[in-house]
């Protein structure tokens, strides 16, 4: 009998070559891609020629993309190649240390600022910027600053250089403040959706949104009185920078109708005549005149404030060797229970930190850089537990605020030895709420009903398709009650103040930094530098470095950070945050927040110490 041969078949044979010489090509593919990450990789950590500052330097800074306490750090290879400049960050401490830095250097002449492509510059962050040009000026170097058009924003910290220019076509965009928040009772009454508020303090207004479909007048008042202090800051600083007369900037304003009918809407010549600018100027116009000011060729001269931070950047490793240290610590955004990248306050995470800081010998004094409205209560508190553990050791703690302290912020600042805030901070709102959604009626609406049984009174209470029971509900507000006792008792210890005149300041009421600073509730008046050399002076500490303890990079992150050379890249960005940032580019920066609050609120009992509403102009 004829033996079978085992040789395959010809389909097999067919689809086996087709699959061989797929695989080849694919390895093919996979190690020329390899190839092309390891020249990419060698290329970029080839030692590079190191740049010099050349004499008569002019210093640049002219930053692309949003405004931020401190930079993130995404982590992935992909970040390498992504040249989004518009969507990159911009960390404040950069700018200012730039500044600093040139206000030192014999080889710096003048300082040329640009600001059209930053965003998130608000008024608080303008001042700090603009008390590093002050110490800069006197000096006696200039500081010009061209724009192609000057946003209110923007306009204040232009306001602070020695000559400003804008563009024939451009103009100063000045509105004034407004609060201005949409809700939505009407539309939750439509959709049959109940909620359960619990809160007390009568300018706690977070929840009003869902209560009401219009600002109470509580919070008109609360709002209209920090509006008007911070704006009679800003104008008090333009109108003496610029040389005007007390109320000339309000009167711009309210006649702007007149003032565009008069200048047959020349926005350029209008703020020139009413000198908000010293001169109107083409691009060429004004890269002509600055060569005028510089020996040679300008290009020659001009140095990039990121470049010049690299060219004079101390040895890291000087800085962790030094006996005495001011350690600083950022916390920005939204307070949540557990750990969270930067962009948000994980309690846990920021907890961590400070632990760091407490078993540091060297660090002798803390300073917390804070910028938040607040968020979680328990989280507040798991900070502040950690902060009072790092007191306890001897060491020494000062609390910088940034353009928001409020609410948990204020919880999480009460302990410190010092408060230090802007004039324009946002501030105070000490109060504690809960809001449970019900949707019953909406659910009987389309046919869903709800039944059972329980073997006590208040079992099953805290579903969002029943109705919560009058026991439940009085539960509940006593626990917010507790909770609000517990954050004056918190305020009254940290501050030395006594119960009443805590209760005097607290009902959630929003107080800028100057009114606060008059109510006990903050020390000084001052920058994060301020905050520095404060905290320094409480150590006594003459001769000190300042560092920054920041997460924990893993071996991939800071192999990434090398290869990237961005020396401030040092976390994950939340995804609270990123939503923030997209919803102030499409021009609605208040409805972001607000969004990015709901979404990230997370608390074990679902109790919040929040300002919703404190949007920082």
């Known amino acids: 009998m004829k033996k079978e041969s085992n040789k395959p078949g010809i389909i097999r044979r067919t689809f086996s070559a087709v699959w061989g010489g797929i695989s080849w090509l694919r390895r093919a593919v996979l190690n020329v891609i390899f190839i092309a990450i390891v020249v990419i990789i060698l290329i970029a950590l080839r030692e590079k020629e190191v740049p010099t500052i050349p004499d008569q330097a002019v210093l640049v800074i002219s930053p692309v993309g949003v405004l931020v306490e401190r ?12 040249d989004d400049e518009k969507n990159s960050e911009v960390a404040l401490p950069d700018i200012i240390e730039a ?188 890269r002509q005149y600055l060569s005028t000011l510089v020996d040679g060729e300008l290009d ?5 404030f990121r470049d010049y931070l690299s060219m004079t950047a101390p040895a890291s490793f000087e800085e962790d060797m030094h006996d005495n240290k001011v350690a600083v610590i950022t916390a920005e955004g939204n307070i949540v229970d557990g750990n969270e990248p930067y962009g948000a306050i994980g309690g846990d995470s920021l907890a961590e930190l400070i632990t760091r800081a407490r078993d540091d010998e060297g660090v002798k004094a803390l300073v917390l850089r804070i910028n938040s409205g607040g968020g979680s209560a328990f989280a507040s508190e798991v900070i502040r537990e950690e902060l ?17 302290a409020a609410s948990g912020g204020y919880w999480i600042a009460s302990p410190a030895d010092e408060i230090w805030a802007l004039p324009t901070t946002l501030t105070g709102s000490i ?57 004056l008792m918190i305020v009254a210890e940290g501050r030395d103040m006594s119960l009443e005149q805590v209760e005097k300041v607290a009902e959630g009421r929003v107080w800028s930094g100057k009114d606060a600073l008059e109510r006990g509730l903050v020390d000084q008046l001052g920058s994060k530098q301020d905050a520095i050399a404060a905290a320094a002076n409480l150590a006594g500490l003459e001769d000190y470095s300042v560092v920054d303890i920041e997460p924990e990079l893993s071996a991939q992150q800071q192999f990434m950070l090398e290869l990237s050379g961005a020396s401030a890249l040092i976390a994950p960005v939340s995804w609270q945050s990123q939503l923030s940032q997209v919803m102030a580019q499409l021009g609605l920066p208040e409805a972001g927040q607000e969004a990015a609050i709901w979404f990230s609120a997370r608390d074990p009992r679902g109790f919040y110490a929040q300002c919703a509403n404190c949007v920082a102009p």
């Open 71 to 82: 930079r993130s750090y995404s982590g992935t290879l992909l970040s390498l190649f992504n």
């Open 99 to 286: 500044i600093s830095r040139a206000a030192d250097d014999s080889k710096v002449k003048m300082i040329v600022m640009q600001l059209d492509e930053l965003r998130g510059l608000g008024m608080s962050h303008a001042l700090e910027i603009s008390q590093a040009l002050n110490d800069f000026e006197h000096t006696g170097k200039k500081v010009l600053l061209r724009s192609n058009n000057l946003s209110q924003s923007t306009y204040l910290l232009a306001s602070f250089a020695d000559e400003l220019y804008l563009h024939p076509m451009g103009s100063v965009e000045l509105n004034g403040l407004a609060v201005y928040r949409s809700y939505f009772k009407t539309l939750l009454d439509k959709l049959n959706i109940d909620f359960h508020v619990f809160r007390v303090g009568t300018y706690k207004s977070a929840l009003e949104p869902m209560m009401r479909d219009n600002m109470s007048d509580a919070d008109k008042a609360s709002n209209s009185a920090w509006l008007g202090t911070l704006w009679q800051q800003y104008t008090q600083a333009v109108e003496e920078n610029r040389g005007l007369e007390a109320g000339a900037l309000n009167r711009y304003i309210n006649s702007i109708d007149e003032v565009m009918e008069h200048f047959s809407g020349d926005g350029a010549a209008a703020a020139l005549e009413n000198n908000l600018i010293d001169g109107i100027k083409t691009r060429p116009q004004y």
């Open 300 to 304: 020659d001269h001009l140095v990039g």
């Open 388 to 404: 009072l553990l790092f007191k306890e050791s001897g060491k020494k703690l000062v609390v910088s605020m940034g353009p928001v």
């Open 431 to 487: 109060g504690i709420f809960a809001a449970l959604p019900n949707l019953e009626r909406s659910l009987k609406h389309i046919g869903i009903s709800n039944d059972g049984v329980g073997t006590t009174d208040i079992a099953g209470g805290y579903r969002v398709d029943r109705q919560i029971n009058s026991k439940t509900q009085q539960v509940i507000q006593r626990q917010i009650e507790n909770g609000y006792h517990r954050f």
